[in-house]
């Protein structure tokens, strides 16, 4: 086993895996990394499964200590990624022995930061997975200060790669909408208005829904009955501006969904800044 202690949490520091996928029925979001893309190719750098446990930074500023030698990769958003003070990078595996201090400066673009351990770490499941459910209130808490990583080395496999090159998060994006089973709560001019108005990400978007700014679509006549809704999922509120439902989503809503996106979107839209420009296409 190694151990890291939290020295600085940085804004907020998340346990991550790929989430809880059959509790929906119990009321028990998916939770898990906001971006999977980045928190998978952490785990692979390390030789772990992507169902691997790691932290999720938001901005950056997290600084740990190694009580023990192990390997780690950072990835996701641009940071500044340093072992003693010396600067290593991102999107490659690195080798840390006791007594070294990982630190991460502000990320330069993009809004979280993934870190993973080999072994990956060892916190008890709840619901089969070790993520943070900031809607719930379930799995482990926030990282704080003193705060201790146990990481079990002995549970991976050789890395089968040691960099990859990888495009970084962008404010300019577009997502592609899969038909939802309320798409005709917008008519032919409520659509035209969605699909050509350029949407800015508002700035109280968060883990639990992508919210969008820009020329209000006709609001729905009345709520819906509650219905299961997914991340993913783009819902049309009284306000009539879109939200896309994050990964900390309740199981059920009663808004019109107008579509779905996928993996890819909702991972685009995790790294995206507040102000970002987002437009969106109907799939054929």
């Keep these: 086993m190694s151990h890291f202690v939290v020295l600085d949490p940085g804004n907020l520091s998340l346990i991550q895996d790929l989430g809880r996928s059959a509790f929906a029925a119990q009321g028990v979001a998916r939770a898990g990394a906001a971006d999977l893309g980045s928190h998978a190719l952490a785990q692979r750098l390390c030789g772990n499964s992507p169902h691997a446990a790691g932290v999720e930074v938001l901005l950056g500023g997290l600084r740990l200590r190694a009580e023990r030698s192990c390997t780690i990769a950072v990835t996701g958003a641009p940071a500044d990624v340093r072992i003693n003070g010396e600067p290593h990078g991102q999107n490659h595996a690195l080798d840390v022995v006791a007594g070294d201090e990982l630190s991460l400066s502000r990320a330069t673009s993009g809004m979280r930061v993934y870190v993973a351990f080999r072994g990956g770490i060892e916190t008890p499941t709840v619901f089969g997975s ?20 146990t990481i079990d080395n002995l549970a991976a496999e050789p890395a089968w790669f040691d960099v ?19 798409d005709d709560a917008l008519d032919a001019d409520g659509w035209n208005t969605l699909l050509h108005t350029v949407w800015q990400l508002d700035a109280r978007s968060d883990r639990i829904g992508f919210r969008l700014a820009g020329s209000a679509l006709p609001a729905p006549s009345s709520d819906l009955a509650s219905f299961p809704v997914l991340a993913g999922c783009v819902q049309l509120p009284g306000n009539g501006l879109p939200v896309v439902l ?8 009663g808004y019109p969904v107008l579509g779905i996106v996928d993996q890819a979107a909702l991972s685009a839209l995790a790294q995206a800044r507040p102000g970002a420009h987002i437009r969106m ?3 054929h």
Aim: aromatic share 0%; charged share 20%; net charge negative.
């Design 246 to 253: 994050g990964p900390d989503c309740g199981v059920t809503g």
């Design 164 to 182: 990859v090159a990888v495009r970084p998060p962008t404010d300019e994006i577009v997502i592609t909408l899969a038909p939802g089973p309320h």
């Design 281 to 283: 296409r109907r799939s």
């Design 130 to 149: 070790r993520s943070r459910d900031t809607l719930g209130g379930i799995g482990p808490e926030p990282l704080t200060v003193g705060d201790t990583l």
